[in-house]
């Protein structure tokens, strides 16, 4: 059973658009959250996070927004650029000592 | 910059036999994980370490096996590889046994089919 979900599998997008890739949890006792981005035949790497006690962190043209009650988290991208094409890994902790979960990813696509 | 380097990019084996995945990290970083990445499972944990010579299951470890040996290096055994282990291997390095939700920093993978 899958702790961390991300629904659409992929998302299409316009350059100069705004990406928003959406992330689900079930577990109500994860306080950390992050974004990783991979590209193929690399690795993932790290994108920005947000612990539980925030509703919104911006980095950039990346912004993590965190709706506790309803858990669910959104990582939007504006405005997106063909660079930003790659999969999209949410990611969750249940506290500072604990293993980080991964959810299957969304490949993003972004459209010149 | 933090690098972390795994022995193989692609690895093809035979069914049953033994397979050393090897990882390095150069930030004496005192974490060290091991996932596998499947289509539409995303990554999952097989076993970690935050220290040399301790580990810890992750979530499927069945099948693995790991050693640390030294803080820089973090091995990867599977006994007797079978065809359901074809997948993506990657490993990943963190800075502090005291958090696990700190950034972690990921080698390339290792692709690696057995036959």
């Known amino acids: 059973d899958q702790q961390v979900k991300q629904n659409s599998p992929s998302l299409s997008v316009q350059e100069g658009r705004i990406s928003i890739l959406n992330c689900d949890y079930t577990?109500?006792?994860?306080?950390?959250f992050l974004w990783y981005k991979k590209y193929p035949a690399e690795g993932p790497t790290f994108l920005i996070s947000?612990?539980?006690?925030?509703d919104k962190n911006e980095d950039g043209r990346f912004t993590v927004f965190l709706n506790k009650s309803a858990k669910h988290l959104s990582l939007h991208i504006v405005p997106s650029q063909p660079g930003d094409s790659a999969v999209y890994f949410c990611a969750a902790s249940k506290t500072s000592y604990d293993k980080v979960i991964f959810g299957p990813g969304t490949s993003l696509s972004v459209i010149p | 910059d933090v690098k972390v380097t795994q022995s193989s990019r692609y690895l093809v084996k035979r069914t049953g036999e033994k397979v050393f995945l090897e990882c390095v990290q150069d930030m004496d970083h005192e974490n060290m994980f091991w996932y596998r990445q499947d289509p539409g499972l995303g990554l999952r944990l097989i076993y970690f370490s935050y220290d040399v010579k301790m580990k810890e299951k992750g979530d499927i470890p069945e099948g693995y096996s790991v050693s640390r040996e030294k803080k820089e290096r973090f091995s990867l055994i599977l006994e007797s590889a079978s065809t359901n282990q074809t997948s993506m291997y990657l490993c990943a390095s963190s800075l502090s046994r005291n958090r696990f939700d700190y950034e972690q920093y990921f080698g390339p993978g290792t692709r690696l089919t057995v036959t």
């Open positions: 577990n109500s006792m994860f306080d950390y």
């Open positions: 947000i612990s539980s006690i925030k």
